[in-house]
């Protein structure tokens, strides 16, 4: 019986890859058949001593413990059933880390996550460059104007930046047959985030690059020099023949050189401003689970909601920063506990082989919840729980 379930349940892993760059309702379902899986399976005594022998696993338990006590204080807690659907997908993280999934399966839902984001990547461009019609027309299930061919846009970017990261590295490291069909992969992972708008794709992917740069030409100035003048080269290449791409860039060099001042209008700097005054008010215990967009409508004045007119403030219950959005609602407390969670992600990665390049995962989404609360996005948390999955479990041969 439990070993129909274990095979049940890495067919469904490795749908996992097909079916989260493509739709969050398949993945919401294929999410739940694994849950209840898990709960038939039984064996829990073994579970939970893994669970209780994992640093990463009992700080990500105080992170949710911490959000069932911010229930206790503050005036607000309008969004509390918002954040606690989203503290329930992380639940998926011990789940994954304690079922059966052999090397086989890892490497199928590796392919199918590589492959799908490269269809994905492909479809994009050529919605983008007017080839065919926008995939809403042909198939109602996605949101007219999304973009991103499935999915949103910025969600679709990063997604691609994390393929092109985990492709390069199966190149690199010589973990793959496939070369040829890795680096057309990556061709259009590169082409795809560059012509979209989602600049967290676009930073990632240069980061990951210049790590790459880096790590491999440590001792080899001149190899690395024209590393980078190809990689810059690139850069030029799509700032010039990319609208999109140049209209970003331009943006954010603006931002950068008013420090977000009101010409620009950038409405993160508006969001880490309200944030950190309130933090401060509270630093210890915050001011209580789903009470960041309550208090943030409050506290925008006409003013500044005139300065920021083409905003809709109701639609915004997030600072766009998980590291001030924890502080804020639960305390310095559950900023530690998310932190803890990632370094000892990291710490665990660091023990296995290539585990430089496995930490890339963990270190990219610490960066990405710096620019939005990537942790309870569904589409990202998923993306994230699915690879580190994979990140911690394969076996180099």
């Known amino acids: 019986m439990n070993n129909r379930i ?16 493509t739709s969050i309702a398949v993945t919401n379902f ?28 009992l700080s990500l338990f105080g992170l949710i413990f911490l959000y069932v006590l911010g229930m206790l204080w503050g005036d607000n807690h309008l969004n509390a059933g918002w954040q606690f659907q989203r503290l329930l997908l992380l639940l998926l993280f011990p789940i994954l880390a304690t ?3 052999d090397q086989q399966s890892i490497k199928y839902a590796v392919v199918a ?7 994905s990547g492909l479809l994009a461009i050529l919605v983008n460059n007017s080839i065919i019609s926008p995939l809403s027309e042909y198939w109602s299930a996605i949101r007219p104007g999304e973009s991103g061919a499935f999915i949103k846009y910025n969600y679709h ?3 691609l930046a994390l393929s092109f990261s985990l492709a390069l590295y199966l190149i690199i490291e010589n973990k793959t047959k496939h070369t040829a069909i890795l ?16 600049r967290a794709g676009q930073v990632l992917f240069n980061l990951s690059a210049v790590f790459y740069i880096l790590y491999y030409n440590k001792r080899k100035v001149v190899r690395s020099m024209l590393f980078f003048l190809l990689l810059f080269g690139f850069q030029f290449l799509v700032y010039n023949s990319s609208g999109v791409y140049k209209s970003r860039f331009d943006s954010v ?7 977000g001042g009101e010409k620009v209008k950038d409405i993160r700097y508006l969001y880490a401003q309200q944030a950190l005054e309130k933090i401060f008010e509270r630093p210890i215990f915050g001011n209580g689970t789903g009470s960041f967009g309550a208090i943030f409508q409050e506290e925008i004045d006409d003013d500044v909601k005139a300065r920021y007119y083409h905003q809709h403030f109701a639609n915004h219950i997030t600072p766009h920063n998980q590291y001030l959005y924890v502080w804020f609602e639960i305390g310095i407390f559950g900023l530690i506990s998310l932190i803890l969670i990632f370094y000892y992600q990291i710490k665990e990665l660091l023990k296995k082989r290539d585990g430089i390049h496995r930490t890339l995962l963990p270190l990219s989404f610490m960066f990405l919840m710096i620019v939005d609360s990537y942790l309870f996005i ?7 729980i699915f690879l580190y999955t994979i990140y911690s479990r394969f076996e180099c041969e």
Request: glycine share 4%.
């Open 113 to 119: 996550f590589l492959f799908t984001t490269f269809v």
């Open 99 to 101: 079922i059966k999934i």
């Open 378 to 384: 569904f589409t990202l948390t998923i993306t994230y």
């Open 253 to 259: 060099s603006k931002i950068i050189q008013t420090s």
């Open 30 to 57: 294929i999410i739940g058949l694994i849950a209840v899986l898990w709960i038939v399976e039984g064996n829990f005594k073994t579970k939970i001593r893994y669970i209780i022998a994992s640093k990463w696993m």
């Open 157 to 159: 970017n990063v997604l």
């Open 183 to 198: 680096t057309l992969f990556i061709l259009v992972y590169a082409l795809s985030i560059f012509t979209e708008k989602g």
């Open 6 to 21: 274990n095979q049940l349940q890495n067919y469904l892993f490795i749908l996992l890859g097909v079916f989260v760059p």
